[in-house]
């Protein structure tokens, strides 16, 4: 369990704040916008209505107590800057920055964040590669080159092993796991025979599984 501070309850920040919850970590909500802070109070276990670029008031949260600070602010690009740097400056000890843009993206880590979140950028390369191939289900994107993919079996693949096909050493990917009944299963041996109702967890290039897939 981790404690969190979450600034910015719009859309982005109250979904990150029910799933905190979820996961059961300690999340100290913030705000300007009194009705936003007033709904995610069932999902978190405190919440502040404040202006997070007032120093003083970010003073009173505590900020070197929380594990994580994840500023959520979307639609001010400036409060979310000044806001990343003033909690680097009372000592937060890791900051996670929302970015709409490339150029923000630059100017919050020069700023201060640890890290810098882009969901709108990171939802639209799932959508363009979950959605313009017909074998692939799902996709998590690791870095700009490599990735983890749900397939689906080829045909010319049923009926053969893990270890006949030898995809790592032919097309330099991973199969990580294999869905059964509805489950994942993360423990695939060579023997492991494969079937049309098991889709595969691989990992790797996007090129490589475009060309290993014929996608």
């Known amino acids: 369990m981790k404690t969190v501070l979450l600034i910015g309850l719009g859309r982005f920040g109250k979904h990150v704040a029910m799933k905190m919850n979820e996961l059961e970590h300690q999340v100290m909500a913030v705000d300007k916008d009194e009705e936003r802070v007033e709904s995610l109070t069932p999902y978190v276990t405190n919440a502040q209505i404040g202006d997070s670029t007032n120093i003083e008031f970010l003073k009173c949260l505590g900020v070197r107590d929380f594990d994580l600070c994840i500023v959520a602010i979307g639609n001010d690009f400036q409060s979310s800057l000044e806001t990343t740097s003033l909690l680097k400056e009372l000592g937060a000890k890791f900051v996670v920055s929302r970015a709409s843009r490339d150029i923000h993206a ?74 059964q009944d509805g489950k994942m299963l993360f423990t695939t041996e060579p023997g492991m025979r494969m079937e049309q109702e098991s889709p595969l967890l691989v990992l790797g290039r996007l090129s490589d599984v475009r060309k290993c897939f014929h996608i």
Not at 142 to 168: A, H, M, Q, S
């Open 106 to 179: 630059k100017f919050l880590l020069r700023n201060g964040a640890d890290e810098v979140l882009y969901p709108e950028r990171q939802l639209a390369s799932w959508a363009a590669i979950r959605y313009t191939t017909d074998h692939i289900s799902d996709y998590i994107e690791i870095n700009e080159d490599y990735g983890i993919f749900e397939v689906e079996v080829p045909e010319r693949w049923r009926g053969k092993t893990i270890g006949e096909l030898d995809i790592r050493r032919k097309f330099n990917l991973n199969i990580l796991g294999v869905r």
